[in-house]
Nanobody, 120 residues
Framework: QVQLVESGGGSVQLGGSLKLSCQTSGHTFSRLVVAWFRQSPGKERRGVAG????DVTHYDKSGLTISRDKTKRTVSLQIHNLKSEDTGTYYC?????????????????WGQGTQVNVSS
């Protein structure tokens, strides 16, 4: 059973940067495809970045960097030049193998989420 725990959320000012981290366990890390999703207030959860087992990345928007640390078994998401629309709960999701698509239906494993609030 894959387990995911997000960290790194908080309150950040407009234009700032933030790094979120997803700690994984329960499966061979090299086989995991991991994506980050954001759910803003009143909106559906949508994928913003993904990375597959070959380190191929996929982004929904600019200003993001997703990366894997094989030693720590973590997948990080850096958000640059934060805007108000970046506010929301960020979830880490995973599946075994396959490309780094950004459809939430493709991911059976989810973390509890970490909140990001962008303020002026």
């Amino acid at each position: 059973q894959v387990q995911l725990v997000e960290s790194g959320g908080g309150s950040v000012q407009l234009g700032g940067s933030l790094k979120l981290s997803c700690q994984t366990s329960g499966h061979t890390f090299s086989r995991l495809v991991v994506a980050w999703f954001r759910q803003s207030p009143g909106k559906e959860r949508r994928g913003v970045a993904g990375i597959d087992e070959y380190d191929v990345t996929h982004y929904d928007k600019s200003g993001l960097t997703i990366s894997r640390d094989k030693t720590k078994r973590t997948v990080s998401l850096q958000i640059h030049n934060l805007k108000s629309e970046d506010t929301g709960t960020y979830y880490c999701a995973a599946r075994i193998g396959g490309g780094a698509g950004l459809r939430k239906e493709e991911y059976p494993y989810w973390g509890q989420g970490t909140q990001v609030n962008v303020s002026s």
